[in-house]
Nanobody, 121 residues
């Protein structure tokens, strides 16, 4: 499966942003999906994940209550709605996909190219 993330940009603290990740090449609904981020000088970290039908989701503590992951299997797209953004949310955001749940929510075989989110104070 190929993944294309989009929607990043420069926003101010407190603003909202929605990231999208479009998938192609395989049956999207067969994949669990995740969002990760990597800030400058830091390791990549888990942000959120969603199961195949979207019923189960999981969030990092740092974004819980502010970010929402969702998916539209008819559109082969997973979203990350980010509200109340903080400067520490600044990072390159990556979407990821995996056909198996054994690595839930941290292990994925397929990765998108990333989209940059910059939050100014």
């Amino acid at each position: 499966v190929q993944l294309q993330a989009s929607g990043g940009g420069l926003v101010q603290a407190g603003d909202s942003l929605r990231l999208s990740c479009a998938a192609s090449g395989r049956t999207f609904s067969n994949y669990i999906m995740g969002w990760f981020r990597q800030a400058p000088g830091k390791e990549r970290e888990f942000v959120a994940a969603i199961m195949r039908r979207g019923i189960s989701t999981l969030y990092a503590d740092s974004v819980k209550g502010r970010f929402t992951i969702s998916r539209d299997n008819a559109k082969n797209t997973v979203y990350l709605q980010m509200n109340s953004l903080k400067p520490e949310d600044t990072a390159v955001y990556y979407c990821a996909a995996d056909p198996e749940t054994t690595g839930w929510p941290l292990l994925y075989d397929y990765w998108g190219q990333g989209t940059l989110v910059t939050v100014s104070s």
